[in-house]
Nanobody, 130 residues
Framework: QVQVVESGGGLVQAGGSLRLSCTAS????????MGWFRQVPGKEREGVSC????????YYADSVKGRFTISRDNAKNTLYLQMNSLKPEDTAVYYC???????????????????????WGQGTQVTVSS
């Protein structure tokens, strides 16, 4: 049984930083690409950042480029999202997800979208105050 658990969300002032973590169990972690997504009420879930199984390939949404960094530690079965220079518009529930396919996953299409991901965490709230 696959379990995905996020942590690290919270309340931060604009300009501040947070680091999200995600652990995934019940699968061979280093065989799957991973991703971070976020959702605000009334809007669709959007892809924030994705990473290949090896960490060699990454994707960032334009809105977070230069501010967020995705990384993974396969020895610890953990995915990270370092978020710097946070803005109020970054406020959302952030979700960690595991690619549906072993191997390259989203890298083959170059698209970091929720349709390609099959296992999801429960989400962690990030609130950025102005």
């Amino acid at each position: 049984q696959v379990q995905v658990v996020e942590s690290g969300g919270g309340l931060v002032q604009a300009g501040g930083s947070l680091r999200l973590s995600c652990t995934a169990s019940g699968l061979t972690f280093d065989s799957y690409a991973m991703g971070w997504f976020r959702q605000v009420p009334g809007k669709e879930r959007e892809g924030v950042s994705c990473i290949s199984w090896s960490g060699d390939s990454t994707y960032y949404a334009d809105s977070v480029k230069g501010r967020f960094t995705i990384s993974r530690d396969n020895a610890k079965n953990t995915l990270y999202l370092q978020m710097n220079s946070l803005k109020p518009e970054d406020t959302a529930v952030y979700y960690c997800a595991v690619d549906k396919s072993r191997g390259q996953g989203w890298v083959l299409s170059g698209v970091c979208s929720e349709e390609g991901f099959g296992y999801w965490g429960q989400g962690t709230q990030v609130t950025v105050s102005s």
